[in-house]
């Protein structure tokens, strides 16, 4: 059978690639394993925290001024387990019709306002902490 959504020849890049391209590879993907009867939101956001979590313990046990992740050979799934992140990420955005790009813009702009320059510049401390 042929897969609906091939992948191109064209090596894709972030300078190159929208997040359309990506989420319609990601649906493309799915649909041609007819994957979509176990993708519902919740299971997708389970997917996201558990690729995450996979991201996450390539550096458990580091240290901060250690080599970061602690095991040389754990470098390339760094990029592995991001991609799993986004795939997920982008599948949830998709079965929820979030235009991901908007809401990110939005995010940032309320971010911006929540964290003027200024009073936050070098902090660490939450807005609410920041007494803003
Ligand atoms: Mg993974």
Same mark, same amino acid.
């Given at each position: 059978?042929q897969?609906k959504?091939?992948?191109? =020849?064209?090596p894709?890049s972030?300078?190159?690639t929208?997040?359309a391209t990506?989420r319609? $590879?990601?649906?493309?993907?799915s649909?041609?394993?007819?994957?979509?009867?176990?993708?519902?939101?919740?299971n997708l956001?389970?997917?996201?925290?558990?690729?995450?979590?996979?991201?996450?313990e390539?550096?458990?046990?580091?240290s901060d001024d250690g +080599?970061?992740?602690p095991?040389?050979?754990?470098?390339?799934?760094?990029? =592995?387990?991001?991609? =799993?992140v986004l795939?997920?990420l982008?599948?949830?955005?998709?079965s929820?019709d979030?235009?991901?790009a908007a809401?990110?813009e939005?995010?940032? $702009?309320?971010?911006?306002?929540?964290? +003027?320059i200024e009073?936050?510049?070098?902090?660490l401390e939450?807005? =609410?902490?920041?007494?803003?």
């Amino acid at each position: 059978m042929q897969p609906k959504t091939p992948a191109t =020849d064209t090596p894709l890049s972030d300078e190159t690639t929208t997040l359309a391209t990506l989420r319609d $590879r990601v649906r493309g993907f799915s649909d041609d394993r007819e994957w979509g009867r176990y993708h519902s939101p919740r299971n997708l956001a389970m997917a996201l925290s558990v690729e995450a979590s996979e991201l996450l313990e390539l550096f458990l046990w580091a240290s901060d001024d250690g +080599p970061q992740p602690p095991v040389p050979d754990r470098g390339p799934k760094v990029a =592995d387990e991001a991609a =799993d992140v986004l795939h997920c990420l982008l599948s949830l955005c998709d079965s929820m019709d979030i235009d991901l790009a908007a809401a990110f813009e939005d995010k940032m $702009r309320r971010n911006a306002i929540k964290y +003027p320059i200024e009073q936050s510049r070098g902090r660490l401390e939450k807005s =609410d902490e920041l007494g803003l």
